[in-house]
């Protein structure tokens, strides 16, 4: 059964608080979530839903900021109503919170649009960063899924060092295309294995790393620290830091 939360008025000159839907088809785990995240002072929590059809029906209605979103539900589940909610919505993101971490399950998830992946054992304090770092625009995988996605990842670049995909054909009707001074293009951009900068760089991808915290950590630029995440990207054929974690999984 859905739950909607009577609005609230924030303090004066007080930043908007996170709005958040939570989806789970278990009442004492949607309570209990209500609870924590009702208790800071810059989240609220808009609406309960019991299962992926809610969930998705009151983040059409309500436009939270963030949808906190299990995984095994009746009627639909979590990651067809994350891939409905990505689609329609696309300024709200989804929180996966699950007790599974299996590969395809995932894999499926992230494809499907979410944000982040944590599972039910994860702190109270962990559930709140994570709320708020999908809310900035951040990534992020509980720290075993990111040694998963470590794991396969450094199969992956091995592969790709050892096994290089045969050119294709050229197309002469096809217009050349301009590229940027020092970047890879083509069968070379693929190709080419990570560098050790590129690889710590893609171990702080995979634990939600901004460009400016990973600027920090490894004491560079953050305009050096965003090409580094782009040439992993170009390497790698992914569009975004998510797509990363979904190519690696795929592999």
Do not use: C, W
């Amino acid at each position: 059964m859905s739950t909607i939360a009577e609005p609230s008025a924030p303090a004066p000159h007080a930043a908007p608080r996170i709005r958040v839907l939570i989806a789970d088809d278990q009442a004492l785990i949607r309570r209990g979530m209500a609870m924590l995240l009702d208790a800071a002072l810059d989240i609220e929590v808009v609406g309960q839903a019991a299962d992926g059809i809610e969930a998705v029906e009151l983040a059409r209605r309500l436009l939270p900021d963030v949808v906190l979103m299990d995984l095994h539900m009746p009627r639909k589940g979590g990651v067809l109503a994350t891939r409905e909610i990505s689609a329609a919505l696309p300024h709200t993101r989804v929180m996966v919170l699950t007790t599974f971490d299996r590969d395809d399950l995932v894999f499926d998830a992230v494809r499907a649009g979410a944000q982040a992946y944590l599972l039910k054992d994860a702190s109270e304090e962990e559930v709140l960063d994570t709320v708020r770092a999908v809310h900035r625009g951040e990534s992020r995988l509980t720290p075993q899924i990111a040694r998963k996605v470590m794991d396969q990842f450094r199969l992956l670049a091995d592969r790709v060092a050892q096994e290089p995909p045969p050119a294709p054909a050229p197309d002469l009707r096809a217009e050349p295309q301009a590229t940027v001074p020092g970047e890879l293009s083509g069968p070379d951009a693929a190709t080419k294995p990570l560098t050790d900068r590129e690889a710590a760089v893609l171990e702080l991808i995979a634990k939600g790393y901004g460009n400016r915290q990973i600027a920090t950590a490894l004491n560079l630029a953050e305009g050096t620290a965003k090409n580094h995440v782009s040439r992993i990207m170009q390497k790698l054929h992914a569009n975004t830091r998510t797509e990363l974690a979904v190519l690696v999984l795929k592999k």
